[in-house]
C-alpha cells in the first residue's frame, strides 16, 4: 500500500531553514515523481514542488529561489530544503505524486500526516 510520512517541520524564525522529508513506501520509486504541498489554515491545497525521476524540478513562482526539492533514491525519500522562509510560508506540507500541471492529487487519495512549518516573524 502507498504510504507518505513526512517529517522536519518546525517553529522557526523568518529567513531560517528547514528541511523537510518525505519517506515514501509502496511505490516503484526510482520511476516516479514527486511533490510538495502546503495547506495554510482557511486555505486550499497547493502545489509548491515537484521533482521528476531524472532529478529535474518545478517550483510555484513564491517559493523560486528559496526551496528546493530533491530525491534520494537510495532511501526512497524526497525532501525539501527550505532557506529564507517567510511567515507566508506557513502551513502544514505534505508530499504525495506529482500531478499532470501540478495539480492537487485529490483529497480522497492516500495522504500523509503532514508536517508542520510555522515561521515567526
Known amino acids: 500500500q502507498v504510504q507518505f510520512v513526512e517529517s522536519g517541520g518546525g517553529l522557526v524564525q523568518a529567513g531560517g531553514s528547514l528541511r523537510l522529508s518525505c519517506a515514501a513506501a509502496g511505490i516503484a520509486f526510482r520511476i516516479t515523481a514527486f511533490g510538495w504541498y502546503h495547506q495554510a489554515p482557511g486555505k486550499e491545497r497547493e502545489f509548491v514542488a515537484g521533482?521528476?525521476?531524472?532529478?529535474?524540478?518545478n517550483y510555484t513562482d513564491s517559493v523560486k529561489g528559496r526551496f528546493a526539492i530533491s530525491r534520494d533514491n537510495a532511501q526512497n525519500t524526497v525532501y525539501l530544503r527550505m532557506d529564507s522562509l517567510k511567515p507566508e510560508d506557513t502551513a502544514v506540507y505534505y508530499c504525495?505524486?506529482?500531478?499532470?500541471?501540478?495539480?492537487?492529487?485529490?483529497?480522497?487519495?492516500?495522504w500523509g500526516q503532514g508536517t508542520q512549518v510555522t515561521v515567526s516573524s
Open positions: 504525495n505524486f506529482l500531478m499532470s500541471s501540478f495539480s492537487v492529487p485529490s483529497l480522497w487519495s492516500k
Open positions: 521533482v521528476y525521476r531524472d532529478g529535474s524540478a
